[in-house]
Nanobody, 122 residues
Framework: RLVESGGGLVQSGGSLRLTCVAP????????VGWFRQAPGKEREEVAC????????YYTDSVKGRFTISSDSERKTVYLQMNSLEPEDTAIYYC?????????????????WGQGTQVTVSS
């Protein structure tokens, strides 16, 4: 079970850091992704990381603004979000799979958290 936190309401241009805790996971052997779903839209990938080698992927709309990172000892993956825009408003989910590689797509991951709401006001 994954547990997300760190969401909230922020003004455009602001920052938030999302946290995904994976108790019971040997996170060093996992791929972890952050996904988001806005009202009326499909769930989309945001960023993914292979915890063992820190190989990362970002969707184009967040490149240069968001950073995914991991701390395997704390069984935690972070998503630092800077320069937030109203278009970033969504429920953000973290997901994981016991695999050293990944495809940053929601169909690849098999463990999911409940999500955390991020709202960016203009």
């Amino acid at each position: 079970r994954l547990v997300e936190s760190g969401g909230g309401l922020v003004q455009s241009g602001g920052s938030l850091r999302l946290t995904c805790v994976a108790p019971g996971f040997t996170l060093g052997y996992y791929a972890v992704g952050w996904f988001r779903q806005a009202p009326g839209k499909e769930r989309e990938e945001v960023a993914c990381i292979s915890v063992l080698d820190d190989k990362t992927y970002y969707t184009d709309s967040v490149k240069g603004r968001f950073t995914i990172s991991s701390d395997s000892e704390r069984k935690t993956v972070y998503l630092q979000m800077n320069s937030l825009e109203p278009e970033d408003t969504a429920i953000y989910y973290c997901a994981a799979k016991d695999d050293l590689g990944y495809v940053c797509d929601s169909t690849f991951f098999d463990s999911w958290g409940q999500g955390t709401q991020v709202t960016v006001s203009s």
